[in-house]
């Protein structure tokens, strides 16, 4: 069984900083994928990175960076230069190659302030 | 990136009739979409998986009585509350791989549908 463990129920960052979302996973699978995703208070899932288990480097996507540590099974959200639109859930999830169904985290609120 | 549409974005409906969701990928092929469940300030939690022209497969504790589903096509599933009541309450999201996108792994969700029973 796979499982995603987020312990940061919520984030306070001032604009213009950096932050990082904690994420760390368990699974028995050889090969997954990991995954980040951003909930605004609409309710729409928005996709922000990707990480492959077998990638050697981290994923990056403009201000988002994955910091991916395999034998700590953990794969931190790192968002640059806070901007207050980056205020939301956010959720750290995984799936099995093939892409079978996503394991989500119970997520982290994160609140940019100016 | 591909695009999930799903409809009504909110419904209020009363006790004990049924809600049809419908969600469609609409720049993409869908063999598989998934259904999920949000209470409020809770995580998603996986209903059920939805393939193209079979049965869906339905997670541990979801009853397939009331919450029907069918793919049809590779652009279209829904899914039906059956009877609804108050406890169906919740936030229900869709989610679509596409099947030949370069990021073959990533999953597009809908906007989701929050549903009201009364």
């Known amino acids: 069984a796979q499982k995603i463990t987020q312990t940061q129920p919520g984030m306070f960052v001032q604009e213009k900083e950096a932050v990082t979302l904690d994420c760390t996973y368990d699974t028995s699978d050889q090969s997954y994928g990991l995954f980040w995703y951003k909930q605004p208070s609409s309710g729409e899932m928005i996709f922000l990175i990707y990480q492959g288990s077998y990638d050697e480097q981290n994923a990056t996507e403009g201000r988002y960076s994955l910091n991916f540590q395999k034998a700590r099974k953990s794969a931190n959200l790192v968002i640059s230069a806070s901007q207050l639109g980056d205020s939301a859930m956010y959720f750290c999830a995984m799936s099995a190659t093939g892409f079978q169904k996503l394991v989500f985290g119970t997520g982290t609120r994160l609140l940019v302030s100016p | 990136g591909a695009v999930v549409s799903q409809h009504p974005s909110r419904v209020i409906c009363k006790s004990g009739t049924s809600v049809k969701i419908e969600c469609r990928s609409l720049?993409?092929?869908?063999?598989?979409m998934f259904w999920y469940r949000q209470f409020p300030k809770q995580s998603l939690m996986l209903m059920a998986t939805?393939?193209?022209?079979?049965?869906?497969?339905?997670e541990q504790g979801v009853e397939k009585d009331k919450f029907l589903i069918n793919h049809a096509s590779l652009t279209l599933s829904t899914l039906t509350v059956t009877s609804a009541h108050p406890e169906d309450s919740s936030f229900y999201i869709c989610s679509a791989r596409d099947i030949v996108a370069v990021k073959g792994l990533q999953a597009f969700f809908g906007q989701g549908t929050r549903l009201t029973v009364v």
């Open positions: 720049d993409f092929q869908a063999t598989t």
């Open positions: 939805s393939n193209e022209g079979s049965k869906a497969t339905y």
